[in-house]
């Protein structure tokens, strides 16, 4: 694979790794400092792949480079004494030197602690969004303006204005207390929900983006799943209907971008793939005692993915959909 073609697909996948981890370590009140090493990096990579060739572990190059440029502008800047918390102050002192972590369990523990922090209620939901494409997707502004259907400086605006609430809050950037997690959850689903709806009922007749959209959603719901605090009946109940509505994602328009009623899909077209997981991660939601919004949408998604016509079925959306008026 060419350069050219190599390097969006990284920065995609490495950059919101990278991003997360240097978060992690200096604090959200020093986010532009991690996405200049990072632009940087991949502003490297750029110029040295284009008259050297593409590294034989392109990945190992990115973190590698990260985690020089991070060290350099640490020593060059003065920030161990001047910006650093306390306690990366102390860990650096003990060490003489601080440890860039790039490990893929410390990838997964700094992004799901973005998550949280990305999803807080000091900031309003469509800003929630707008910042989770950002740094946790790595979209950059004009894709993430696409996909709200307005302009950049809005969406640039938008992503500046939460960054400073975040900070003027004095958020921290780590998981919550397991005392807290049921009221944390509530916040972070609703934002992976809007998110995946962003994509799935959009009107832009951008597929790729949409899908694009669809698919973060998912993967930051899943990073939820991987970990033992946060797997929770109602993460588990929301992927399900994410894999069920994605599931009828090719057959719900035409070649030309017009919707195709439900009831005029081609079955064929459904990614049974993707009804097998939503059945999985369903099952897996019913182990708790508490029943949510996405449980009940989850069992409608799933009826609609049965393209028999039965009393069964429709009786079952019936009695489905009364439930989420009651709950709602």
Partial sequence: ?????????????????????????????????????????FLSATELWSLKGIPENPTAWLYTVAKNKTKNYLKRNSLFEQKLSAEIRYKAAKTEEIEINLSAK???????????????????????VALALNLLCGFGIQEIADAFLTNKEVIYKRINRAKEKLKAA???????????????????????????????????QNTTLRKGLCAEAMRLNYLLIENDTTNKPAVNA???LMCFHSSRFDARTDEHGETILYQDQDETRWNRELIEKGTYFLNQASTGDQLSKYHLEAGIAYWHTQKEDTNEKWESILDLYNQLLILE
């Fill in 1 to 41: 694979m060419k350069e050219r073609e190599l390097l969006p697909d990284l920065f995609r996948t490495e950059y919101r790794k990278i991003v997360s981890v240097l978060c992690y370590l200096f604090g959200i009140e020093h986010i532009e400092i991690a996405e200049d090493i990072v632009s940087d990096t």
């Fill in 106 to 128: 410390n990838i997964a523990d700094s992004q799901l602690a973005m998550i949280f922090t990305v999803c807080d209620p000091c900031i309003p939901n469509e800003a929630q």
């Fill in 170 to 204: 004095n958020i921290k950037i780590e998981q919550p207390a397991l005392r807290e997690i049921s009221n944390r959850l509530e916040t972070v689903l609703t934002t992976l929900y809007l998110l995946f709806s962003e994509g799935y009922y959009s009107i832009s």
């Fill in 238 to 240: 929301l992927l399900s």
